[in-house]
């Protein structure tokens, strides 16, 4: 006879991953819309109401090597797919409550430095009209708010999760990288599309990075200080939830 306690997974990654889109799935969905929307206002009031003088953004030999890539715009906007997989993919109503508060942390520490400190990327001299889709772009966000990027700000707050995300449901590194190389994909089209400078990517990188480790790490304390997760009442020992069954002596 077996006695031992160990666990063994039911199915396998993308089984635990459905789990977690299941789970909570309205609150994600509208928590989401609603967030990017609050953003959206914000960003756009406090881009059309500079306080102070607006500092144009300098270029760095970066800057140099990245060759203006008009294509790279599908890669700028599959920002919002992406930044949608992060809320989706939480597992329970801790995780969902405290993302929702260090993204919207993390909006309102780049707006504040908008705010005291205004910035633009520099001219390029380049013709938009013959980019129709950068135009537009163009038109509607204008060359300010450049820095930090919160476009690469978020990019790198949602791979660092992801990661997280996928590390604990068991997935072994195909999609993992795929998540690194989107994200690096989605910095590198904000300066091929010239909509941010080197500058303004490297701060938003370090403060996406800074909000995601600093969440990850207030979360894990709460989770220890607390014991189980929240919904863990909900969830303990049940392997539809939790993903594993025991070995029982045989």
């Known amino acids: 006879m077996d006695f031992s306690d160990s666990r063994r997974p039911i199915g396998g990654w993308h089984h635990r991953l459905g789990s977690r889109v299941r789970t909570l799935w309205f609150a994600k969905m509208a928590g989401t819309t609603l967030g990017i929307t609050a953003f959206f206002v914000a960003y756009f009031w406090v881009l059309q109401h500079p306080f102070f003088t607006v500092t144009t953004m300098p270029l760095i030999a970066l800057d140099r090597w990245v060759a203006f890539r008009p294509e790279a715009f599908v890669l700028y906007v599959s920002l919002w797919v992406y930044v949608s997989l992060g809320p989706a993919l939480l597992k329970d109503s801790r995780e969902v409550i405290s993302y929702g508060l260090a993204t919207g942390g993390l909006s309102l520490a780049g707006l504040s430095v908008f705010v005291l400190w205004p910035t633009a990327v520099p001219d390029f001299a380049l013709d938009w009209s013959a980019h129709p889709s950068l135009a537009f772009l163009k038109t509607v966000d204008v060359a300010g708010n450049a820095c930090p990027s919160l476009h690469v700000a978020f990019a790198v707050f949602t791979a660092l999760w992801l990661e997280r995300i996928l590390r604990e449901t068991g997935e072994r590194g195909t999609v993992r990288g795929v998540n690194a190389l989107w994200c690096l994909g989605i910095v590198y089209s904000t300066l091929a599309i010239r909509q941010h400078v080197a500058l303004d990517a490297l ?9 995601a480790l600093l969440h990850m790490r207030c979360l894990d304390r709460a989770v220890r200080r607390t014991g ?23």
């Not at 919904?231 to 594993?244: E, F, H, L, W």
Request: glycine share 12%.
């Open 228 to 250: 189980a997760p929240a919904d863990a009442a909900r969830s303990a020992g049940d392997p539809a939830v939790t993903g594993v069954t025991p070995v029982l002596p045989h």
């Open 203 to 211: 701060a938003g990188a370090a403060l996406g990075a800074a909000v």
